[in-house]
């Protein structure tokens, strides 16, 4: 065979390879590296949603490029956030949302009920930032939420006060008897 024609399989051969070596440095789509951004997207709201006082919500997962994404967080009312339709073509999809100001009327440091039944419809996991700067993972598919870390983990509104016991996981039922 020709050196030229050597020259250019070997060419082919270490393009692919190429190709095969930048998908395997793109992030896998683990559910550490969907924590992190949560973690990071929600501190960086959550001054935001202190001054407005109203909740901010969006998605998060592996966009079709191969990369863990966020969309961009919309802003709710005082109580509730509305998710919008979630992204097409998305993998490993979550989601995350914020719940505003610190208020003593009702207790807004844990997942609401109706958190879990909007995850639970959508069949998606999801994080949750508190005013008191607690992060909480919740698992809609199996209608239950778990503390992640403690308050202060993420920024926390300066006029919160810990007016109320708060547990490390609740389920639905946990949450709608409390
Ligand atoms: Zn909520």
């Not at 191969?66 to 979630?86: A, D, L, R, W, Y």
């Not at 109320?164 to 639905?172: A, C, E, P, Q, V």
Request: hydrophobic share 35%; glycine share 8%.
């Amino acid at each position: 065979m020709p050196i030229a024609w050597c020259n250019m399989i070997f060419f082919l051969l270490m393009l692919l390879a190429a190709c095969g070596g930048k998908n395997e440095a793109l992030p896998s789509p683990n559910a550490d590296n969907i924590l992190s951004l949560a973690r990071v997207t929600l501190d960086s709201i959550q001054s935001t949603s202190f001054e407005e006082n109203r909740e901010y919500c969006g998605f998060i997962g592996v966009a079709p490029n191969g990369e863990i994404s966020v969309t961009v967080p919309k802003p709710g009312q005082t109580n509730h956030c509305n998710f919008g339709i979630m992204p097409r073509n998305w993998q490993h999809v979550s989601a995350y949302h914020t719940h505003g100001r610190h208020t003593s009327s009702y207790n807004s440091e844990k997942p609401s009920a109706a958190d879990l039944q909007g995850h639970h419809e959508f069949g998606i996991t999801g994080f949750l930032a508190t005013p008191g700067g607690r992060l909480w993972y919740i698992d809609g598919p199996n209608l239950s939420a778990e503390l992640i870390c403690g308050p202060s983990c993420l920024t926390q509104d300066e006029t919160y006060r810990p007016v109320h016991s708060i547990d490390t996981s609740y389920t639905i039922h946990t949450l709608l008897d409390g």
